[in-house]
């Protein structure tokens, strides 16, 4: 039963497209974020959100809209994608804890995204 | 001042043999340094963190060594094992800010037999 589940795992699509991507976690947590990996293996934050709430929203551009409807779910949504978008986005959930740390991050096995 | 550098970029080593990936940082500030493994097709995963209240960490083959006056912490895999080839990274957060992991930029590290 997979924790932090992200569809589609492969996405191929033209310049200009809008397409979008989703993320469950069955982890009961509290926290999702989105992440980029490019093609250097660089891992980078890109939003984070804490019970449907919006908490990190780094310098990313306005094509890219997360979208969480409930606390189990993150969508991210882009549009007129670019060439510069190719890359590997994570999902990935965490566990507030007592004092305002946060538990581990788990992570969805990503979904690679190439733009032609 | 927010950036964590890793190194090396990548790393061979032989089975049975001691892997060692380094990391600094800047902010003083930081005081969570996890470190994540990535089998490839697949997303990270927790392997070990470390707080800076304790200067080494041991869990199994793998130890954490951190050195706060220098701004560095290192992962040490004892008996490396092919199954063990995978990248490595570190990463740094604020405790007033844990949800922004600063990651490193990896390690790849290949264990041959």
């Known amino acids: 039963d997979t924790a932090v589940s992200q569809t589609p795992k492969y996405l191929v699509t033209q310049m200009g497209n809008d397409k979008s991507i989703k993320c469950e976690q069955n982890?009961?947590?509290?926290?999702m974020y989105w992440y980029k990996q490019d093609s250097k293996k660089f891992l980078k934050i890109m939003f984070s959100?804490?019970?449907?709430?919006?908490?990190i929203n780094e310098t990313v551009p306005n094509r890219f809209s997360p979208k969480s409807p409930d606390k189990a779910h993150l969508n991210l949504h882009i549009n007129s994608l670019e060439l510069g978008d190719s890359a590997v986005y994570f999902c990935?959930?965490?566990?507030?804890?007592?004092?305002?740390?946060?538990?581990?991050?788990?992570f969805g096995e990503g979904s690679r995204l190439t733009v032609l | 001042q927010q950036q964590v550098k890793q190194s090396p970029q990548s790393l061979i080593v032989q089975k049975g043999g001691i892997s060692i990936i380094n990391c600094a940082y800047e902010?003083?500030?930081?005081?969570?340094f996890p470190w994540y493994q990535q089998f490839p097709g697949k997303g990270p995963a927790l392997l070990i963190a470390?707080?800076?209240?304790?200067s080494e960490k041991k869990e199994g083959r793998f130890t954490i060594s951190f050195n706060k006056s220098a701004k560095q912490f290192s992962l040490h895999i004892m008996d490396s094992q092919p199954g063990d080839s995978a990248t490595y990274f570190c990463?740094?957060?604020?405790?007033?800010?844990?949800?922004?992991?600063?990651f490193g930029t990896g390690t790849r590290l290949q264990v041959f037999p």
């Open positions: 990935a959930s965490s566990q507030s804890l007592a004092g305002g740390d946060t538990g581990e991050l788990f």
């Open positions: 982890l009961g947590h509290d926290t």
């Open positions: 959100y804490n019970n449907k709430e919006l908490i």
């Open positions: 902010n003083t500030a930081f005081d969570y």
């Open positions: 470390i707080r800076p209240d304790v």
């Open positions: 990463a740094a957060s604020m405790s007033y800010n844990t949800d922004k992991l600063i």
